[in-house]
């Protein structure tokens, strides 16, 4: 079974400061892992994705994550916040099996907040 | 191209009224879901179909139903409501198969029972 931990709730950052946002999962086979974007009253967009390709992925709006096999983590992290970055943040994982269950399983989020 | 498109934005209902929500992609996925976002618990999800004619559980499946008549349209139907299906609704889709297919969302449904 998958299962993906996000392993802070809230994050709060300083303008022009790194961000990390974890994220620990959980798959019995090679996952696919994500990350999504909420800004407040929006919907959700993808930053970057995880398909047993690279290892370090580079997603939108200077995003980027390492996939870590031996840690089982996906952490998501940018050299410099912008207050335009505030949003909750989600790391999902899709396992792929025999079975090919194709659901998505999502982390609770982290919400981002940013300081001026 | 539209994507995923959700119908209506906002909505109001008494309890014990029905309603449908409106789900429509023009991306020829095969996969379409429905979660619902409450504060606090992330997404989870209602239902699911892998293709016209298909449809599963997800987590939270009591109170809704859902059809897949053609690979374009998956309604999401309350059929009583109550207050605690006062949320956010997400429809999602995405290819069923390659591993790293991403999921495509909707605007959103913000529903209130009242």
């Known amino acids: 079974a998958q299962s993906v931990t996000q392993l802070d709730s809230h994050v709060s950052v300083s303008e022009g400061t790194p961000v990390l946002l974890r994220c620990n999962y959980s798959?019995?086979?090679?996952?696919?892992l994500f990350w999504y974007v909420q800004h407040p009253n929006k919907g959700l967009q993808l930053l970057l994705k995880?398909?047993?390709?690279a290892t370090l992925v580079k997603g939108i709006n200077g995003f980027e994550a390492e996939f870590k096999k031996s840690e089982t983590s996906f952490h998501l992290t940018k050299p410099s916040a912008h207050m335009s970055d505030a949003a909750e943040y989600f790391c999902?994982?899709?396992?792929?099996?025999?079975?090919?269950?194709?659901?998505?399983?999502w982390g609770l989020g982290t919400s981002l907040a940013v300081n001026p | 191209n539209a994507g995923v498109t959700q119908t209506p934005k906002f909505q109001v209902l008494k309890t014990g009224q029905s309603m449908t929500l409106q789900c429509a992609q023009d991306?020829?996925?095969?996969?379409m879901s429905w979660y619902r976002q409450d504060p606090g618990m992330g997404l989870r999800l209602i239902h699911y179909s892998v293709g016209a004619g298909i449809t599963d559980q997800g987590e939270v499946p009591n109170g809704y139903n859902v059809s897949r008549s053609t690979t374009e349209d998956f309604p999401l139907r309350l059929l009583s409501a109550a207050p605690s299906q006062t949320s956010v609704y997400f429809c999602?889709?995405?290819?069923?198969?390659?591993?790293?297919?991403?999921?495509?969302f909707g605007q959103g449904t913000r529903l209130t029972v009242v």
């Open positions: 999902v994982v899709r396992g792929y099996n025999a079975g090919n269950n194709r659901k998505l399983i």
């Open positions: 991306m020829n996925h095969e996969y």
């Open positions: 999602a889709t995405s290819y069923y198969r390659g591993k790293g297919s991403e999921a495509f």
């Open positions: 798959s019995s086979y090679s996952p696919s």
């Open positions: 995880y398909t047993s390709a």
